[in-house]
């Protein structure tokens, strides 16, 4: 029988609640050695829950909240992450990475590679990154899309070179982020939380070596929806639960889905548990009230994606066996 796709995501808060916050106690205590939880705190839904879970798990007095804006952050994602650590009572540390992504190149290698399509362009304007083609059911591609100081707006299909290094560049970002929070992490002899959500792990949406870098990923299993639902049983800032999911990453406003997605974050939850349900693309199609062709677009999208995104799963390979160290993550059940 068909399942109701939509009924499927309904969660148990105060059990799920519950469940990861033993879950996060027990690997604390029997499998890293560490006293507390560090969580770097966007702004955005993700890490706010994230954050809530672990001050459920151990207590507001042993987790660290980092606060890490830079050039491009929007200032209201600051003041929701902010608004969330007092909230929820932790101690936490606001850091401008600004300046050491400067010195890096971060801001250059990336405006080198926008001059190229744009020769015009100045630090003055604006930039994002946008995916065209697969909301119509078409092969995928990226559009580069810039703002000048008078607010025109400009887009041009980006190639493969300078689309990799604007990626490149802006993947700084999330590495800078990530060495902060395992410097306060072993500072404190604390572990790090890392914050994607399911629709972000299985889909590759995450740095290697950045935000895909933790010690326990507590909603990885959990659709995008679901944690939405947590974060209004966990009663976080209004401005929180009602927050639309963005990149924060360029210097112009940008969704999830304009940026990597087939769909919005809703639709997109729906389409990957079809997907994992083995549910056919008529279920799909009926269920979003889309086209067959456009339903098998999307199927075939989040198998392309997890295909060409494995990689950022894995750990450095070895090329030999190498005996003796327990290399192998916990079981969990």
């Known amino acids: 029988m068909s399942m109701n796709l939509t009924a499927a995501l309904k969660l148990d808060e105060a059990a799920e609640t519950a469940k990861i916050a033993e879950r996060l106690r027990e690997l604390l205590r029997s499998h890293l050695h560490r006293r507390g939880l560090v969580v770097a705190i966007s702004g955005g839904v993700d890490s706010a829950v994230c954050a809530a879970l672990a001050v ?7 987790v660290f909240g980092l606060l890490l804006p830079e050039r491009d952050s929007a200032s209201e994602s600051t003041l929701r992450g902010r608004m969330v650590a007092e909230q929820l009572g932790i101690a936490y540390e606001k850091f401008d990475i600004a300046p050491v992504l400067d010195a890096l190149g971060c801001y250059r290698w990336r405006d080198e590679a926008i001059r190229a399509v744009f020769p015009s362009y100045t630090t003055d304007w604006k930039n994002k990154i946008v995916i065209a083609g697969g909301q119509e059911g078409h092969f995928n591609y990226f559009k580069l899309v810039v703002q000048s100081p008078e607010g025109q707006l400009f887009e041009e299909r980006l190639d493969s070179k300078n689309y990799l290094q604007i990626v490149a560049a802006t993947n700084f970002k ?12 072993d500072r404190l002899n604390y572990a790090v939380i890392g914050t994607p959500n399911r629709l972000e792990y299985d889909q590759g949406f995450f740095v290697k070596n950045g935000d895909g870098s933790a010690d326990l990923k507590p909603i990885a299993h959990l659709y995008k929806t679901q944690v ?21 990453t360029y210097s112009m406003a940008q969704g999830q889905d ?10 997109m939850d729906i389409a990957l548990l079809a997907c994992n349900s083995g549910e056919p693309s ?15 677009f999307i199927y075939r ?7 060409t995104t494995a990689v950022l ?11 003796g160290p327990n290399t192998k993550p916990p079981i969990l059940y």
């Open 174 to 185: 999330q590495r800078v982020r990530k060495t902060l929070e395992y410097f306060h992490a």
């Open 301 to 307: 999208d989040i198998e392309t994606k997890r295909k």
């Open 228 to 248: 939405y639902a947590l974060a209004r049983y966990l009663e976080l800032p209004e401005d929180i639960c009602n927050a639309q999911p963005t990149t924060d």
């Open 56 to 62: 459920q798990a151990v207590g507001s007095e042993r």
């Open 282 to 296: 008529t279920k799909l199609a009926e269920e979003l009230g889309i086209g067959l062709d456009q339903a098998e």
């Open 258 to 267: 304009e940026f990597y997605f087939a769909l919005p974050y809703d639709k």
């Open 313 to 323: 799963h894995w750990p450095g390979i070895a090329m030999e066996t190498v005996i």
